[in-house]
């Protein structure tokens, strides 16, 4: 029996990397994922693989009026949400004095604004026994030179998990965390100053992780994927390192 069958699921950021992943698991085990983006194009590539599957929407998660216009959309289509993965995000280094207003800005409203405006649009629509994701960071426990910004917006979703799950616990609805570590995706080798400088980027954080080697986005997809269904049922508040033991040993 497929995990998510006759489910209906929301993935922020399901164009690129481990929302994409997420997205192609969640189809193959039966559900139907509405994906948002703001690249109309990879959306566009992301209907064409998957399509009656998904639902596209272009929209940006720090923006309110895209917020608005994707829950129209989940209204229109008429069956609610079971699975919200609030994970649309990213981030850029910048060392404690090259930090600027609209670097704090843009993290903090994209990371931390666009999830917390994403679950409380999505409330109205979640089905009983909902189970909803945030992508936080293993980073958000650790120290993290010229990335403190990003470790801090990702360290507020951790703790928004754990007051949501308070919140939602007596309707019935699970909240929880999933912390990747260094996963290859776009996202991650794009936080190179240049294309070139990408490969030893990624090189040093592999060799940083015990298992001496990046994540891939599907080894996070299944772990969503526990976090997602009732196989997770006694679990809520709680996060989930996926992260090769890099913030544990
Ligand atoms: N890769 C890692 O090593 C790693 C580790 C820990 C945590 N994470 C977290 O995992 C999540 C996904 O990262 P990734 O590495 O898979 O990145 P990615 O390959 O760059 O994919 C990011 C996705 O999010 C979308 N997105 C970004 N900002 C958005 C916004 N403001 N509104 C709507 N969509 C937005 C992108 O769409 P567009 O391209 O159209 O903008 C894309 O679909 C992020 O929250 C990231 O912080 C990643």
């Known amino acids: 029996m497929a995990e998510l069958a006759e489910k209906t ?16 698991r969640f189809v193959q085990e039966g559900a139907h994922v509405f994906v948002t983006g703001r690249t109309s194009a990879k959306l566009d590539a992301v209907k064409a693989e998957l399509g009656d599957a998904v639902t596209v929407i272009t929209g940006d998660v720090s923006r309110p009026e895209d917020l608005d216009a994707l829950f129209t959309t989940v209204s229109e289509y008429g069956r609610g949400i079971d ?3 609030a994970n649309a995000g990213g981030g850029e280094f910048a060392a404690l004095e090259e ?29 009983p026994g909902a189970s909803i994701v945030l992508t936080s960071s293993n980073i958000d426990v650790k120290g993290s030179p010229s990335f403190s910004v990003y470790a801090a917006s990702k360290a507020a979703i951790r703790s928004f998990a754990r007051s949501w799950a308070a919140e939602l616990v007596d309707r019935g609805i699970r909240v929880n965390a999933v912390a990747p570590g260094p996963i290859a995706t776009p996202g991650l080798a794009g936080l190179a100053a240049e294309p070139e400088q990408a490969e030893a980027l990624l090189g040093g954080l592999a060799a940083g ?18 976090l997602a269904s009732t196989r997770s049922s006694y679990v809520t508040g709680t996060e989930l390192y996926v992260d090769g033991g890099a ?3």
């Open 83 to 85: 699975v919200v993965l």
């Open 209 to 226: 992780v015990p298992m001496r080697r990046l994540g891939s986005p599907d080894e996070v997809a299944e772990a969503v994927l526990y």
């Open 247 to 249: 913030s544990q040993i």
């Open 99 to 127: 930090i600027t207003w609209e670097h704090f800005t843009e993290t903090f409203e994209s990371n931390v604004g666009g999830t917390v405006f994403t679950v409380q649009k999505a409330l109205p629509f979640l089905n």
């Open 9 to 24: 699921a929301l993935v922020t950021g399901g164009t690129s990397g481990i929302g994409l992943a997420v997205v192609r």
